[in-house]
C-alpha cells in the first residue's frame, strides 16, 4: 500500500478481554515499531521488528503485552486481559533498514478504549 | 534518563502572523532533535531534524527550528501561518549514542491558526 496502515481505526472492549491490533508497514520496509499514546502523554516505545533479528521488547509495559510479526510483513499488537489503563492510541511505524526519522512513516493508529 | 517538555497544550495564532510552537528537552551527551506533524486523520509525519552542525534547521512546509544548547530549546518556528498548518506537533529527542527506537517524543501542541 502507499502508507502504514493500521486496523481496526477505533476498538470498544470491556476489561478483562483480549484485543489483537494490525499494523500493515508500506512494503520493502523491514523495520517496525509500535508506540503507545496516553491522553495527556507522549508516544511511549513499545517494541521494535527489524528483519529477522530479535525484536526490542524493552518497552512493552507487562506479559499482558506481546507483538509478532510475519517476516518483513503484518505486525499484530496483542493486549491480554485488559485494563482500563491500556486505553490509548496504539501508533504503528515502519521504514526501511537505514531509514532515519525523515524515512519513518506512521499510521493513523488505533484507538482502543477499554470500558 | 532523557525528556521532553512541550510546554503549552494548544497555541493560537492569526493567519500571516509568525508561528513559535516551544519544545526543551533533556538527555546525557549532545541530542538528536525532531518536529513531527499530524494533521487531522493522518499519520505523525517527519518535519524537520538537527542532528549537528548549523544551528537553524529548515524543514518541511516553510518550518524552522532553532537548536539552542545553552537553553537546552528547540522551538519550532514559521514567518507566516497559514490557515493549513493547523495540527497537532510534536518534538522528539534522542541521544546519539541510542537507536531510533530510543527515541522520547513530547506530549504534543496543537496549533490552530485562525483565519
Known amino acids: 500500500g502507499a502508507g502504514v496502515s493500521q486496523s481496526p481505526s477505533n476498538k470498544v472492549t470491556e476489561k478483562g478481554k483480549d484485543v489483537e491490533l494490525r499494523c500493515d508497514p508500506i512494503?520493502?520496509?523491514?523495520?517496525l515499531y509500535w508506540y503507545r499514546q496516553r491522553l495527556g502523554q507522549g508516544l511511549e516505545f513499545l517494541i521494535y521488528?527489524?528483519?529477522?533479528?530479535?525484536?526490542?521488547k524493552s518497552g512493552l509495559p507487562s506479559d499482558r503485552f506481546s507483538a509478532e510479526r510475519t517476516g518483513e510483513s503484518v505486525s499484530t499488537l496483542t493486549i491480554q486481559r485488559t485494563q482500563q489503563e491500556d486505553s490509548a492510541v496504539y501508533l504503528c511505524a515502519s521504514s526501511l533498514p537505514t531509514g532515519g526519522p525523515s524515512a519513518t512513516f506512521f499510521g493513523q493508529g488505533t484507538r482502543l478504549t477499554v470500558v | 534518563a532523557q525528556s521532553v517538555a512541550q510546554p503549552e497544550d494548544q497555541v493560537n495564532v492569526a493567519e500571516g502572523n509568525p508561528l513559535t510552537v516551544k519544545c526543551t528537552y533533556s538527555v546525557s551527551g549532545n541530542p538528536y532533535l525532531f518536529w513531527y506533524v499530524q494533521y487531522p486523520n493522518r499519520g505523525l509525519q517527519f518535519l524537520l531534524k538537527?542532528?549537528?552542525?548549523?544551528?537553524l534547521v529548515k524543514g518541511s512546509y516553510g518550518f524552522e527550528a532553532e537548536f539552542n544548547k545553552s537553553q537546552t530549546s528547540f522551538h519550532l518556528k514559521k514567518p507566516s501561518a497559514l490557515v493549513s498548518d493547523s495540527a497537532l506537533y510534536f518534538c522528539?529527542?534522542?541521544?546519539?549514542?541510542?537507536?531510533?527506537?530510543?527515541?522520547?517524543f513530547g506530549i504534543g501542541t496543537k496549533l490552530q491558526v485562525i483565519p
Open positions: 521488528f527489524q528483519g529477522n533479528s530479535a525484536p526490542d
Open positions: 512494503s520493502g520496509h523491514t523495520a
Open positions: 522528539a529527542v534522542r541521544d546519539k549514542t541510542g537507536g531510533y527506537q530510543k527515541v522520547t
Open positions: 538537527y542532528i549537528t552542525g548549523d544551528n
